[in-house]
């Protein structure tokens, strides 16, 4: 695949742990199954092909590395991302985890209520009418 063209992606086929860094196996839109490759976490923005794939159950692993699954702490919002689809993600920092990870606005709503809609009041900017 050639850097310079954009790649989309089509479904995200298995999800592993590399060094401590999630990445997901993907199917890339119009190319042929030999071209799959892994992509870091960090670097989807295809939000409702993760959910896809995790609904499916297909990887035990999704529901290993969801934080709150596995007891983790959120201890602040960082930021918010858009993926390519519009979907919101957080990107959490949790207590006793050294990198932030990102999650998913309908995970952290549920999950972190109040940290998420402390997190919009912050960002909020007050325009007076005229």
Same mark, same amino acid.
């Given at each position: 695949? %050639?850097? +310079?063209? %954009?790649?989309?992606?089509?479904?995200?086929?298995?999800?592993? !742990?590399?060094?401590?860094?999630?990445?997901?196996?993907?199917?890339?839109?119009?190319? @042929? #199954? #030999? $071209?799959?490759?892994?992509?870091?976490?960090?670097?989807?923005?295809?939000?409702?092909?993760? %959910?896809?794939?995790?609904? $499916?159950?297909?990887?035990?692993?999704?529901?290993?590395?969801?934080?709150?699954?596995?007891?983790?702490?959120?201890?602040?919002?960082?930021?918010?991302?858009?993926? %390519?689809?519009? =979907?919101?993600?957080? !990107?959490?920092?949790?207590? +006793?985890?050294?990198? @932030?990870?990102?999650?998913?606005?309908?995970?952290?709503? *549920? /999950? *972190? $209520?109040?940290? *998420?809609?402390?997190?919009? /009041? =912050?960002?909020?900017?007050?325009?007076?009418?005229?």
């Amino acid at each position: 695949m %050639d850097a +310079e063209e %954009d790649y989309e992606v089509e479904k995200v086929v298995d999800i592993r !742990e590399l060094n401590g860094e999630i990445g997901y196996f993907v199917k890339w839109k119009g190319w @042929p #199954e #030999e $071209t799959n490759s892994w992509v870091a976490a960090k670097d989807m923005m295809c939000g409702e092909l993760i %959910d896809e794939f995790e609904k $499916t159950g297909k990887s035990q692993l999704s529901r290993k590395y969801n934080p709150f699954q596995r007891g983790f702490q959120a201890e602040r919002i960082i930021r918010a991302v858009l993926d %390519d689809k519009n =979907q919101i993600f957080f !990107e959490i920092k949790f207590y +006793e985890k050294e990198r @932030p990870e990102l999650v998913s606005s309908k995970v952290a709503n *549920v /999950q *972190v $209520t109040k940290m *998420v809609i402390d997190y919009y /009041q =912050q960002k909020i900017e007050w325009h007076p009418e005229n």
